[in-house]
């Protein structure tokens, strides 16, 4: 069965610094998202992007998150100066059509310390 | 807004025992609802979904109905085995590019 697959699972990072999340979605799909859950507390909608332009951003979605689909395939959510409160598992998820359903990725864990 | 509420948990059941974890909405418009499921130390996966009014959504057992009239998506099971163990999440989307809003997850334990 088709995967959407996150690297890496898990990664730790001193606040302030750049990451880079990455996310290979299921070829045929068209639509992208981010989730983000922090530990114990509800999954949270960051970012939805569509035919190469964000559509929708949630509030926590501010200037430090960008994301981008650099070369057709993977698709990237950048946070350019960490903070300690965006440690979390963040989701990629993808479908091939709207409300079809998503697949998410397994997730990767950012610990800022 | 839109919005969704899950019973609180955790829900501790015996092996066999009949599964029954509520979900309101609130949305504007005719949302599709959604039921994920996360087991121990992994993603979201989805287990079920309606689309409209009086839909039953159905997966490993699982089942779900679209109720409009009393804004619910309640998800039941029979028989729940010890491996329906994880958390389960409600979740709606409605709006043009079909964000999805989750309740706070329901944590599912059933023991032998």
């Known amino acids: 069965e088709p995967e959407v697959t996150q690297t890496p699972s898990h990664q730790v990072t001193q606040m302030g610094q750049e990451v880079i999340l990455r996310c290979v979605p299921i070829s045929n799909h068209l639509y992208f998202y981010w989730y983000r859950q922090i530990l114990g507390q509800k999954v949270e909608f960051l970012v939805s992007f569509y035919n190469n332009e964000i559509s929708e951003k949630s509030e926590i979605f501010d200037d430090q998150f960008s994301v981008e689909r650099p070369d057709g395939s993977n698709f990237t959510l950048k946070i350019r100066s960490t903070k300690l409160e965006d440690s979390a598992m963040y989701f990629c998820?993808?479908?091939?059509?709207?409300?079809?359903?998503?697949?998410f990725g397994s997730g990767t864990r950012l610990t800022v310390v | 807004g839109n919005s969704v509420t899950q019973m609180e948990g955790p829900v501790t059941l015996s092996e066999e025992a009949f599964l029954t974890i509520n979900c309101t909405y609130t949305?504007?418009?005719?949302?599709?609802l959604f039921w994920y499921v996360q087991y121990p130390g992994e993603g979201l996966q989805l287990l079920l979904k309606?689309?409209?009014?009086?839909d039953k959504g159905s997966n490993k057992g699982f089942e779900a109905t679209y109720r409009k009239e009393t804004t619910s998506f309640h998800l039941e099971k029979g028989s729940v085995q010890v491996s329906d163990s994880a958390v389960y999440f409600c979740?709606?989307?409605?709006?043009?590019?079909?964000?999805?809003?989750f309740g706070a997850g329901t944590r599912l334990a059933v023991h032998p």
């Open positions: 998820a993808t479908e091939p059509g709207q409300r079809y359903g998503y697949t």
């Open positions: 979740a709606l989307s409605s709006g043009g590019y079909n964000k999805l809003i």
């Open positions: 949305a504007t418009g005719y949302p599709s």
């Open positions: 309606a689309t409209k009014a009086d």
